[in-house]
């Protein structure tokens, strides 16, 4: 089985801090996700990276960055976090585009 | 953009009864269509997922349908149990780049 894991579960930050979000997978997918969810918006693409170092923005990347230095790992960056960025942050794979998506337990975030 | 809509946002029913939950989307040029399900406070899990060029996919007791030309997919869930109750989303992935995903219906199911 596809192991999807998120460092965090639930993390506090406060308003200003740059914050990192860890995302790995064990099953040498191609391709990563970062999603945003709220309640009455679903889920939002934020970045999504194809390949080693090579990154795409979704939806919504204002005010994120990513980095993906190994295939296993696709970190979120907050530059600099504020309160609207309070949020359920799921990190998702799939082998190829168009393939199943495999998500993490989600990181539950909130910035005070 | 596509746009994916499902309805209706929550559903209660009696355990043993079948049921159907309803995914619409705008935009038929599609190349799959995914349904998840996803438990308070956890991720996502991958349910079943239809290529455009099938009608439906089976697993267990889920059933899921696509008719690409209305915009619409169903997942029927036969005989409910309350490890049901759960929240499903559908996801369409329009662009192969990314799906797009529905809100969700909420299922609870009454023991």
């Known amino acids: 089985d596809v192991k999807v894991t998120q460092s965090s579960r639930y993390l506090v930050k406060r308003t200003g801090e740059k914050v990192f979000l860890e995302c790995v997978q064990d099953?040498?997918?191609?391709?990563m996700f970062w999603y945003r969810q709220d309640p009455g918006l679903g889920l939002r693409l934020i970045y999504f990276?194809?390949?080693?170092?090579?990154?795409e923005k979704g939806d919504i990347p204002e005010g994120y960055s990513v980095s993906r230095e190994k295939k296993e790992r696709f970190s979120l960056i907050l530059e600099s976090a504020s309160t609207n960025q309070t949020s359920m942050y799921l990190c998702?794979?799939?082998?190829?585009?168009?393939?199943?998506?495999?998500f993490g337990n989600g990181t539950r975030l909130t910035v005070t | 953009k596509q746009e994916v809509t499902q309805i209706p946002a929550a559903l209660s029913v009696p355990e043993g009864e079948n049921l159907v939950l309803n995914c619409s989307f705008t935009?038929?040029?599609?190349?799959?269509l995914q349904w998840f399900r996803q438990d308070p406070g956890k991720g996502l899990t991958s349910l079943l997922l239809?290529?455009?060029?099938?009608r439906e996919q089976t697993s267990g007791r889920l059933n899921a349908s696509l008719d690409k030309s209305s915009g619409r997919s169903t997942l029927y869930i036969a005989a409910s149990q309350p490890g049901d109750s759960a929240t499903y989303l559908c996801?369409?992935?329009?662009?192969?780049?990314?799906?797009?995903f529905g809100t969700g219906t909420s299922l609870t199911v009454i023991p």
């Open positions: 998702a794979s799939s082998i190829y585009l168009n393939s199943p998506l495999h």
């Open positions: 996801a369409v992935s329009s662009t192969g780049n990314q799906f797009y």
């Open positions: 099953m040498d997918h191609e391709n």
């Open positions: 990276s194809y390949d080693v170092k090579m990154k």
């Open positions: 935009d038929s040029a599609i190349y799959n």
């Open positions: 239809i290529q455009s060029s099938q």
